[in-house]
């Protein structure tokens, strides 16, 4: 332990917040909270069956959408995903800054187009929604949409762009809050996974690694589609959270002269263009478990639902496919806060806003740890609210957070 790292642990000790913290996955949720806790002086060790950010960290697009995709029935989980936006920027540069790594931040904005006449009649009603609660959006016609995006399909019936939803690129967000945690005195154990919750005197008392025993005063669930299925978590603290499938594809432009400036929502896909040229292509909804396979006909259907909006990707080359499991709650809607066992805190069920939400759930969690005082914002979405622990999901063959 250096002398710094020394310090931190003696100032942690004289606070009434834990001196010794363990998070079980090394996504952007465990990452972040790990880097704001290690900032405060806490000793933290973030446990990673595979490398960090192997799961829906990976998998995602990366896309700050609070206001393109708020569907109605989201209107308490809009003021979440709004505060997720805005604390994006210091965010960034704040963990840019710590890291020496951009994450890959682009602030063109986000447009969402219409093909035919009923896609428009439906965006339409979708846009006065989100416009009713507050949202800046602007309506423009096939034309105004392709003096934007000159590579868009001729005929385009109509579209809504908001220059207030961003991206950022994902992986390289895990990659700089890997080395901010690690910078800050956080330990990350890569390729350790854990195989038991340790819990004594009606608290949690720290995780089981194979034979051995990790003590620590707090421990984070922000295992994703993972979480429930921790070994020793009690009934109550199973949280309601499932995996769901999403199969995607990368296309290669010259990153010179990309066929896409902005991230793109089309009928049955969305399109996030990177800076090194990749064309992301996103994503199949499946309700398949922790199913890993690609199919023809989920690729088939993303690429056919690009084609009609963007025909020149015909001559791009496919770069890379994959399959990633969004960790989904009962209602959609992020697990965040303490749970019925002593000393035990959930941070999983993004569903799709995992990254939209990494500054807050980073700041939310370990305020709460620390004792601080909680965030207004994160009224109603702890896992309390689920009074009834959910019947057992089945795990894949061999899978484990």
Known sequence: MTPIQAKRRVQAKRRDGPARVAIVGAGVSGLGIGWRLAQAGVGVDVFERDRAGSGASDAAAGMLAAGVECEPGEEALLALTLLGRQLWPAFRDELEAASGLSVGYRDEGTLVVATTQDDARRLRFLTE????????????????????????????????????????????????????????????????????????????RGLQLGGESHEADAVVLAAGAWSRLLPGLPEADQPPVRPVKGQMLALAMDPARPLLERVLWAPGVYLVPRRDGRLLIGATVEEQGFDGSLTAGGLYALLEATRRVLPAI????????????????????????????????????????????????????????????????????????????????????????
């Open 129 to 204: 929604f989100q416009q009713g609660l507050g949202l800046a959006l602007d309506w423009l016609t096939g034309s105004e949409a392709r003096r934007l995006e000159p590579h868009l399909k001729p005929g385009i019936a109509a579209a809504v762009f908001s220059a207030a939803d961003h991206q950022v690129d994902n992986r390289l967000l895990v990659q700089a809050l890997k080395l901010a945690f690690t910078r800050a005195g956080g330990r990350l154990h890569e390729g350790r996974a854990v195989t038991g919750l340790l819990a004594q005197g009606g608290r949690a």
């Open 314 to 401: 015909e001559d791009l080359a496919v770069a890379e496919t994959w399959v990633g499991f969004r960790p989904t709650s009962r209602d959609d809607a992020p697990i965040l806060g303490p749970g019925r066992l002593a000393g035990l805190w959930h941070a999983t069920g993004h569903h799709r806003n995992g990254i939209l939400l990494a500054p807050v759930t980073a700041a939310a969690l370990s305020d709460a740890i620390l004792g601080r005082p909680a965030m207004p914002a994160l009224a109603g979405f702890g896992p309390e609210r689920f009074a009834a622990p959910a019947r057992p999901l089945e795990a894949a063959a061999g899978a484990r957070p």
